[in-house]
Each structure stands twice: as structure tokens, then as C-alpha cells.
């Protein structure tokens, strides 16, 4: 079989969502499958062609400037009719069987694309960008409350602490944003099939967007791939032996940060903490470092390697993130290393770790203090829950396994026939699939 994925991020230089991908395409052609992959650049002009590990990848940039709500606007109106073409001469070209997008700037020209083709194509969701313009669910940066419905009233609201002095000035863009939600959702109602993550997120996607209403949705997480993720070699402990905590990710409001060194110091954590990652509140964390009583060393953006071995040696992981994650590839892999966790209960999260099992749970930072001394002050529950989090990991996400549900659907997908498709559409309670291609490609049948 054929598979075309289409990508905004695939490695080397990206996040959890392209190495997801990556290990999707890897799986799939190591199970003998014909992969392509189209990596759709924001910011970037004109095409070309790249190579990582075994992989020859399409480049097809989509120009973006590097202004508010402008840059939205470049990267989807603009985008999307412009890029339909050249998918679509790639999907006939290419004689593919079904083409899988990935996430927000390729799903909805690369649907369009392949229903004038009539070829079968997937979309797998894997953050919030279908239900909330800023994609995190977040109305307020300053406040761990999440946004109850992105109504145009909810719009206004999360504009102000955005935008700040400024925000008069952007509360005429509110109705761009309700209308720019409503065409993504359209336009993935034009989809065959949509999988969502995490049981969260696709229990979000059913609650916020009315649009999918009959769109087949399926429940299917990140794949990981264990064997690669475990594999010792050429690792060495990066801190000379000692013991440490680790952050890794974005260092971003929804990721929790603010409260990651406070809440060490409240557990009054044995050990340093180190910080991997970059982001806006970089300088924030910084600060807050300096001033802190513990020892904390910020490493900044790590190649994946590097920052897999800090995972890989680490004595306890925290997870302040407050925003909805969808399902954390850092819990994926720290839990596939067998490390103990101490994390926020939001969004995803619970499919990965199971509290007092697989890592603990807690709902507030007061708690999450808490859940960081009790590790730190027990090393038999440290190794129960790092192992409980190995066994279940390897269970539930190995990419073979994983892979093989979204072989499973490609299978049914392929044999159903273009008339069934169009039929089980039509029979969909959502928007016209020929509508949602219209409206993206520009009706050029």
C-alpha cells in the first residue's frame, strides 16, 4: 500500500507532534508500506527536497509573516487554496492508496486534495486547534481555568490578556476567528476518518465542534517506539552519578512552568532540577532560578538524543502543565524509560499514568508539591511506579501495536470503495464533504 502523510513537523528540528509522525511513517515502512512525506513549512517559500535517516522528504513552504492574527491568516486562508494543487498533482502522481494528514496547516488542503482525487484520507488531531483559535484551550494565560466554549463572547476575553494595551484594536478580529475555527472544522468534516489521541481530546472534539457531528472518530494515541526509546547504547549518565529532577518541554504559560520552581521548593526537593527546553517564558524561569534556594540548571533546546538521556538517568520527572495536553510524548517516553512521574492531571495525561500505578496524579500545584517530596523520599515507590509506567507504556503505546489499529483503518478505508465513502458521508449528520472541499480548494474540480 501507498501512503502519503502530510506533516508540519517531522524531525529533525521539531516537537512531540513530528516526532510522532516520524515514528508513524517509520513503523509503517518497516511493515514493507510504501511512505512519502510532505513536511508543509510555515514561513518558507517556494519547494524542495530534504533527507533524514532513510526518509526523502517533500518540502512545500507556505509564507508567513511574522505578525499577529496576519501570520494566522497567511498560514490558513492564504494557504490552503494555494497549496490543494500541488497535493493534488502529488496524490495523482504518486498513485497513492490513502493519504494520512497530521496537523493543522496540512489536514485541510491535504482532505480537500484527496477528495478531488478520490483517494481515502485520514486526519489525526493531535492538540486543540479545531476547538480554540490559540489551539490550547487557555482564555486567560494568568489563570489555570480553562475556556468553557469558544463562543465569540469567550473570544473577546482571551484577546485582552493576549494582545494586552492593544487588545481594542483586536476585538474586530473576533469575527475572523469564529469564521477561521469554522472553516477548519469544515474542512476536516471532509475527512474519512479523524483520530483523536487521547479519550480527552476526542471527547472535546465531540463536545465543542458541532461540524464532526457523523464524521467517523476514532481513539488512537502517539505510537512510541520502545525498542529505539530503551536502547542503551552510547548512554552515560549525564550528571557524574548523582541524582536529579528534570523538566522537559516547552517552557510556555500552558506547560505550567511558572509554578515548576516554586512547587520544587515546596517539596523541598533533595536534588537539582533541570530545566530542557525553550520558550516564551524562558527569561521567566530564568529569574525565577536565580532566585530560587534550590540548584537549577537550565540546559535549554536539546537535539532529542541528549534530551532522552537526561530522561533516561533522571530520579523523578515533573509535569506542572495546567493547559488540556492532548497526550504528552515526554510522559510516553519518560514513562517508557521507567521513570517515576509526578504530574498535573489535565487533559490526556490520565490515559498515560495511571495515579499510585504508573506515576502520580495530582490537580493542584499545592498536591503536585506533595507528589514530588513523596518520590524523592521513596525510592521503593519510585521503582514501583517507574516500572508499573514501563510495563503499561510498552502495553498500550508501542508503535506496533498503535500501528497496527491505523493499519487496520487504512485496510477498511481502501476496500470500502469511493461510493461507500461517500455514501457513509452523506449519511453523516456534519457539514457536505463536497462543500468542505469547495470551500478549501476553491471549488476546482
Not at 263 to 274: D, I, K, M, S, Y
Not at 396 to 404: I, S, T, Y
Request: hydrophobic share 45%; proline share 8%.
Amino acid at each position: 500500500m501507498r501512503v502519503l502523510i502530510t506533516t508540519d513537523s517531522f524531525p529533525p528540528g521539531c516537537g512531540g507532534s513530528g516526532w510522532s509522525t516520524y515514528e508513524l511513517a517509520r513503523t509503517l515502512r518497516a511493515r514493507a508500506y510504501d511512505v512519502r512525506i510532505v513536511h508543509l513549512r510555515a514561513g518558507r517559500s517556494g519547494a524542495g527536497e530534504r533527507c533524514y535517516e532513510d526518509f526523502t522528504i517533500d518540502e512545500l513552504g507556505v509564507p508567513a509573516p511574522p505578525l499577529p492574527f496576519v501570520r494566522n491568516y497567511f498560514k490558513n486562508e492564504r494557504s490552503y487554496r494555494r497549496l490543494v494543487p500541488p497535493l493534488r498533482r502529488i496524490i495523482a502522481d504518486g498513485r497513492f492508496d490513502i493519504v494520512h494528514a497530521q496537523h493543522v496547516l496540512s489536514a485541510p488542503p491535504s482532505i480537500a486534495a484527496a477528495r478531488l482525487e478520490r483517494v481515502p484520507v485520514v486526519c489525526t488531531i493531535r492538540d486543540y486547534w479545531p476547538v480554540c483559535y490559540w489551539s490550547d484551550l487557555i482564555h486567560d494565560p494568568a489563570s489555570s481555568g480553562l475556556c468553557p466554549a469558544c463562543s465569540r463572547a469567550m473570544m473577546m476575553r482571551c484577546i485582552r490578556p493576549r494582545a494586552g494595551a492593544a487588545w481594542p484594536l483586536a476585538v474586530p478580529l473576533v469575527p475572523y476567528m469564529a469564521a477561521n475555527l469554522r472553516r477548519k472544522r469544515i474542512a476536516i468534516a471532509g475527512a474519512d476518518a479523524v483520530i483523536a489521541v487521547s479519550s480527552v481530546l476526542a471527547r472535546d472534539l465531540v463536545a465543542r465542534a458541532p461540524e464532526l457531528a457523523g464524521v467517523r472518530l476514532e481513539t488512537i494515541p502517539n505510537p512510541v517506539d520502545i525498542e529505539v526509546i530503551t536502547r542503551p547504547t552510547g548512554r552515560q549518565h549525564p550528571f557524574d552519578g548523582r541524582p536529579y529532577a528534570v523538566y522537559a518541554g516547552k517552557l510556555a504559560p500552558n506547560k505550567g512552568v511558572a509554578a515548576l520552581i516554586p512547587a520544587c521548593e515546596r517539596a523541598n526537593l533533595p536534588w537539582p532540577l533541570v530545566v530542557i527546553g525553550d520558550g516564551p517564558e524562558r527569561d521567566a524561569v530564568e529569574r525565577a532560578a536565580t532566585q530560587s534556594r534550590r540548584d537549577v540548571r537550565m540546559l535549554g533546546w536539546l537535539e532529542r538524543p541528549d534530551a532522552l538521556n537526561w530522561l533516561a538517568h533522571a530520579r523523578l520527572v515533573v509535569f506542572p502543565s495546567y493547559g488540556p495536553e492532548s497526550l504528552s510524548r515526554v510522559l510516553l517516553e519518560a514513562s517508557a524509560l521507567g521513570r517515576p512521574i509526578a504530574a498535573m492531571d489535565t487533559g490526556g495525561t490520565g490515559d498515560i499514568i495511571v495515579d499510585g500505578k504508573t506515576g502520580l496524579l495530582t490537580h493542584t500545584m499545592e498536591e503536585l508539591a506533595g507528589a514530588i517530596a513523596r518520590i524523592a523520599a521513596d525510592p521503593d515507590l519510585a521503582e514501583s511506579l517507574g516500572s508499573g509506567a514501563a510495563a503499561f507504556v510498552r502495553e498500550r503505546f508501542d508503535a506496533k501495536r498503535v500501528v497496527a489499529r491505523i493499519e487496520a483503518l487504512y485496510r477498511e478505508l481502501v476496500q470500502s470503495g469511493p461510493a461507500a465513502r461517500a455514501a457513509a458521508h452523506t449519511a453523516g449528520a456534519g457539514s457536505s464533504p463536497r462543500a468542505a472541499t469547495e470551500e478549501v480548494s476553491g471549488g476546482h474540480d
